[in-house]
């Protein structure tokens, strides 16, 4: 039996009896270990939660009240962190095209910057906080969509672009505080982020003595956290710096299990169980090839192999390939799909104008709605 995140099949049928599906729930005290965890093996290490990975209100409090800090990447970001209080200290805004909106909000916030290419001196605000972010240029054991510490990749500053990006900060008058790597999400080799490590700290003859180093996220769920923030802490000592992470998906995904019925089966060229839950809800697996484990709360003697298809009209709209499940399930079953809590309501849509799903938080006593399940009227409220 796999592990359901804290949260019992009973409470599960519980949660999609009440509030519909599709539905995404969470397990508080999951929620908890994952930054328990994190906070153990990097201890006296700056936590900043990458928002992106699940930027429900919710979760942001409660990472707020944990003394955890936010990484932002758009202004939508931004004001979701100054929305519930996150002050200037717990604010960073990162990304490789911020745009004058962005620029001004993150002036305002008084939030550190990451400068992610030396023609982004100019755009800074009047005496900005500065990590420079820098590209190892290193492969990355991940998908493709998902690396970024490549040398082909968009993001960072080239290692001979940082003596000259370093005198304009200066001469702009900015404070640089120190050097910023991320070289991917969901990387499955740990030995990546050592090399990236090294590479950035042999740029210390080009940098001198830093504030700060942070390292940024990018670890998969069964990562040796240990092992990482020794490199890490390794590579900040050679620059007296102190260690900043930036974890998304490892605080979040084990938290999260999006629940979905079963609508019927059919048997084409292919067999397929077919779910109210598609693409539209967890786009994971149509644009990463991300497997999610699947957990059927139905019984059966027998296990049959099918794909797991979603109600829209596009091939692709598979959660599941080839997977193993309890015979006989009859419409209205449930199904979980676990892992789901990052990136998962995250990157939802409201294609086929499919209201956004539900989403509930056990929190050890009682389900709590913390998102409510989006109107038809609300999806098309831009248009009227
Ligand atoms: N820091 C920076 C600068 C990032 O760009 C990201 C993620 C993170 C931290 C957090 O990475 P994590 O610990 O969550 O791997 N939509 C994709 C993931 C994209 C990640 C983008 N950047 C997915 O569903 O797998």
Partial sequence: MLPLSGLTDEQLHQAADRFGTPLYVYSAAELDAALGRVQQAFSGTRIWYAMKANPNLTLLRRMRAAGVGF???????????????????????????????????????????????????????????????????????????????????????RPDELPATLSALRDAGHTLQGLHLHIGSAIRDAADFGAAFERVAALRAMTGPLEVLDVGGGWGLDADLHGIAAQAQAAAAVFGAALWVEPGRYLVARAGVLLTRVMGHKTTGRAFTLLDAGMTELLRPMLYGAEHPVRALWQGEQQQVSDLAGPACESGDLLGRDVPLPAGATRGDLLALLDAGAYGAAMSSNYLTRPRPAEALWDGQEWQVIRRRETVQEVWAAEE
């Fill in 71 to 157: 990484e932002c990447v758009s202004a939508g970001e931004l004001a979701r962190a100054e929305h519930i209080g996150a002050d200037a200290e717990g604010i960073l805004i990162n990304g490789p095209a911020k745009s004058d909106a962005e620029y001004a909000a993150g002036a305002r916030l008084g939030a550190t910057f990451i400068l992610d290419r030396p023609e982004e001196v100019a755009l800074l605000p009047a005496h900005a906080r500065v990590l420079i972010r820098v590209n190892p240029g290193l492969p990355v054991s991940t998908h493709d969509h998902l690396a970024t510490g490549a040398a082909d990749s968009k993001f960072g500053v």
